[in-house]
T-cell receptor, first 113, second 115 residues
């Protein structure tokens, strides 16, 4: 069974640009959540999607958004990039919504210059 | 608000030692607790999941325990090997409300096992 796939693995963007990251969950999993990992703040929850609906959202500005498609694949978008958005963005897949076991992808390393 | 603390922040041991990593949390109304491993620059690998109703879980050389009353979990690694070198993270899922679908992570323990 294939794991969680995140694309791209690495990105370099300029301040002010916008970026879209993609996550394909494990086959059959319907919940996707996103996390930001930085050296200073550690892992922080961004949002969770289930059945194309955002079920919960972390404490991030509105520049961070996401969506989920009918095949459970998810994308997150960051607009008007700031230097502080440089981080490893991790996607997690779970069989169902709520607090079931989470399986993580390899992450997308975003560098904002 | 759930707060998760992992002690020690870093640990360096010789190969073969048995070791214990600690995770404490402030809100005992948890749904489950997961231990993860993270290699540098990589994603998280799930090691063990303990449901709220369980006291411990075992997988190979790993054993994780959960004591909700004291707000603690420990990860025991037996006969450590250099390949165990990584950052170990504990993460908690609280029940319902604003915690729905969210994991709260500790800052991790950086483990180095030297030959």
């Amino acid at each position: 069974k294939a794991g969680v796939t995140q694309t791209p693995r690495y990105l370099i963007k300029t301040r002010g640009q916008q970026v879209t990251l993609s996550c394909s969950p494990i086959s059959g999993h319907r919940s996707v959540s996103w996390y930001q990992q930085t050296p200073g703040q550690g892992l922080q929850f961004l949002f969770e999607y289930f059945s194309e609906t955002q079920r919960n959202k972390g404490n991030f500005p509105g520049r961070f958004s996401g969506r989920q498609f009918s095949n459970s694949r998810s994308e997150m978008n960051v607009s008007t990039l700031e230097l502080g958005d440089s981080a490893l963005y991790l996607c997690a897949s779970s069989p169902w919504t709520g607090n079931t076991e989470a399986f993580f992808g390899q992450g997308t390393r975003l560098t904002v210059v | 608000k759930q707060e998760v603390t992992q002690i020690p922040a870093a640990l360096s041991v010789p190969e073969g030692e048995n070791l214990v990593l600690n995770c404490s949390f402030t809100d005992s109304a948890i749904y489950n607790l997961q231990w993860f491993r993270q290699d540098p620059g990589k994603g998280l690998t799930s090691l063990l999941l303990i449901q709220s109703s369980q006291r411990e879980q075992t997988s190979g050389r790993l054993n994780a325990s959960l004591d909700k009353s004291s707000g603690r979990s420990t990860l025991y690694i037996a006969a450590s090997q250099p390949g165990d070198s990584a950052t170990y993270l504990c993460a908690l899922a609280n029940a319902g409300g604003t915690s729905y679908g969210k994991l709260t992570f500790g800052q991790g323990t950086i483990l180095t096992v030297h030959p």
